[in-house]
T-cell receptor, first 115, second 113 residues
Framework: DAGVIQSPRHEVTEMGQEVTLRCKPI?????LFWYRQTMMRGLELLIY????????DSGMPEDRFSAKMPNASFSTLKIQPSEPRDSAVYFC?????????????FGPGTRLTVL | AQTVTQSQPEMSVQEAETVTLSCTYD???????LFWYKQPPSRQMILVIR??????QNATENRFSVNFQKAAKSFSLKISDSQLGDTAMYFC??????????FGGGTRLMVKP
């Protein structure tokens, strides 16, 4: 079975540019999570979707960040405009949730560098 | 916010030896799962083991086992017969509210030949 798929794997962009990260969750999973990992702050949850609906976006740093999940098989995380401090590894994870928390399976991550 | 403490930023162990990584946490959840993930240099986040809080028995997965003390909110990971491939960052992940997890700061484990 295919795991969580993320694209691109690496992204280098210049400050001020728009960046879009993409995620395809595992088929049948109903929860999707976007995380950001940096040396300074570790692994942070940005936003959590359940059944395509954003449930908690309290981790989204600021209005420059937005996330969508138009259907059960696709999600995007957009940064507009990007800044050097957004440089990090961004992970997408999915799970099948039926009450209490269940196992999250992670994608390979997207390493974003903003110059 | 929930808190997770992994008090050992770095550890090393000789190949074939046993090592224990500690984790303490704070949660208001009652029925929940706890997880240990590993992140090797490839940076892929890989599930190591899962514990269900309502189960008395500690989870075991091959060479990996946990010591779960619910009242003390402690969740340590024991790796037996350590292998070079176990070299990685290890993250403890107890629950936050609902289906969300809170990740600890990680323990960097080096297995030496």
């Amino acid at each position: 079975d295919a795991g969580v798929i993320q694209s691109p794997r690496h992204e280098v962009t210049e400050m001020g540019q728009e960046v879009t990260l993409r995620c395809k969750p595992i088929s049948g999973h109903n929860s999707l999570f976007w995380y950001r990992q940096t040396m300074m702050r570790g692994l942070e949850l940005l936003i959590y979707f359940n059944n395509n609906v954003p449930i908690d976006d309290s981790g989204m740093p600021e209005d420059r960040f937005s996330a969508k999940m138009p259907n059960a098989s696709f999600s995007t995380l957009k940064i507009q405009p990007s800044e050097p401090r957004d440089s990090a590894v961004y992970f997408c994870a999915s799970s099948f949730t039926s009450g209490s928390s269940d196992t999250q399976y992670f994608g390979p991550g997207t390493r974003l560098t903003v110059l | 916010a929930q808190t997770v403490t992994q008090s050992q930023p770095e550890m090393s162990v000789q190949e074939a030896e046993t090592v224990t990584l500690s984790c303490t946490y704070d949660t208001s959840e009652n029925n929940y799962y706890l997880f240990w993930y590993k992140q090797p240099p490839s940076r892929q986040m890989i599930l190591v083991i899962r514990q269900e809080a309502y189960k008395q028995q500690n989870a075991t997965e091959n060479r990996f086992s946990v010591n779960f003390q619910k009242a003390a909110k402690s969740f340590s990971l024991k790796i037996s017969d350590s292998q070079l491939g176990d070299t990685a960052m290890y993250f403890c992940a107890p629950p936050n509210a609902g289906n969300m997890l809170t990740f600890g700061g990680g323990t960097r484990l080096m297995v030496k030949p």
